[in-house]
């Protein structure tokens, strides 16, 4: 069995997610088929949601945050010294070891990244809709990254199950395709339903390879949102010498979730929480005309601002909730990693 897995709370359950699906309370909320769709499948696509000069500006800081982080490495690998600021987000970009040398593949805490449109986008109406449909109204941001495969650059993405928990609230990734991602240039592969159980990701690639019954292909256009359970199982074949793929994702949980559940304690649920006040002040100074979001956290987790908004922009994601992969240490490892190859 995967060595995640053994970290798992043992009381893991098959559990109803809660809240139950109520009535939309604006177009960017869930209706009620679209939830029972999610907990059913573990994933939701919704096509065309984020549009216009907002999709044009999140491109263009994704550009942004690749062209950083590269002149950071050079600094780095360079020898020069970088400044408090540029070792701070050195500390946020993420590489991964290839045949041919290493490779910048992540970004973390694009609100820290000196983009403004990744605040503004956790601001509208659009991402905060669904988390109230999908966390209750004490839904909190936990995690925030960009994550690409450059131009020639298509490693694959072995099965995994991002965290693992006791399926008593609903845990999900808001996927934002600033990309299309399409079928033979590695567009995500969902095993639907598997998000009911923990999954050794290894035993799935050695038995069923790249194919186990029910996957899919998710196919999407830039704009498009994927919604995907936290526990469903997903991956994407080896690509080499595709295209340019770059997906932000912002995961949502319940704060009282957290409070029952872990990792994090009522001090990081506050911190976190800042960050949706500077979020809507964002939206609203961007998008004067546009409706803003009615945030209806309760007292218990509605936070008291600081004056410092710059302070409130980081904070740490700290560990997080153990995963199922099929990584380089699980048994397995190499047969599974043998049978995902792709001619």
């Not at 969902?190 to 998710?218: F, M, R, T, Y």
């Not at 295209?243 to 009282?256: G, H």
């Not at 960050?275 to 209806?296: G, R």
């Amino acid at each position: 069995m995967n060595e995640h897995i053994d970290k798992v709370p043992p009381q893991l359950v098959d559990h109803p997610p809660l809240p139950e699906p109520g009535a939309p309370r604006s177009a960017f909320h869930l209706s009620e088929e679209q939830i029972n769709f999610y907990d059913e499948n573990g994933y939701l696509v919704l096509k065309n949601w984020i549009t216009g000069d907002l999709l044009e500006r999140l491109q263009n800081a994704g550009d942004t945050w690749i062209a950083q982080g590269e002149t950071l490495r050079q600094k780095q690998v360079a020898g020069i010294a970088l400044s408090e600021k540029e070792e701070e987000r050195a500390r946020d970009l993420v590489f991964a070891r290839r045949n041919e040398g290493e490779v910048f593949f992540r970004v973390n805490y694009l609100h820290n990244q000196k983009e403004g449109v990744s605040l503004e986008l956790l601001g509208s109406p659009q991402v905060l809709g669904i988390a109230e449909s999908l966390c209750g109204p004490n839904f909190l941001p936990t995690y925030e990254s960009m994550v690409f495969k450059k131009e020639g650059d298509g490693e694959s993405i072995p099965w995994h199950q991002d965290a693992v928990h006791t399926r008593k609230h609903r845990v999900f990734n808001f996927d934002l395709y600033l990309d299309e991602s399409k079928k033979g240039s590695g567009a995500l592969r969902v095993v639907p339903k598997s998000q009911l159980k923990i999954q050794d990701a290894c035993n799935v690639a050695v038995e069923h390879g790249w194919e186990p019954e029910g996957v899919i292909q998710v196919e999407l256009e830039p704009g498009d949102v994927l919604l995907h359970d936290v526990m469903v199982l997903h991956g994407s074949e080896r690509t080499l010498g595709k295209s340019l793929r770059r997906t932000i994702y912002y995961e949502f949980r319940a704060a009282e979730m957290i409070l029952d559940e872990g990792p994090w304690d009522a001090e990081w649920i506050d911190r976190r929480m800042r960050l949706i006040p500077l979020a809507l002040k964002k939206h609203a100074a961007t998008n004067p005309d546009k409706q803003a979001f009615d945030w209806q956290v309760s007292n218990e987790f509605r936070p008291v601002p600081l004056e410092n908004d710059e302070a409130e922009l980081k904070v740490a994601h700290q560990w997080h909730l153990a995963g199922s992969y099929c990584s380089a240490t699980s048994e397995g490892y190499e047969e599974a990693m043998e049978r995902l190859k792709v001619a």
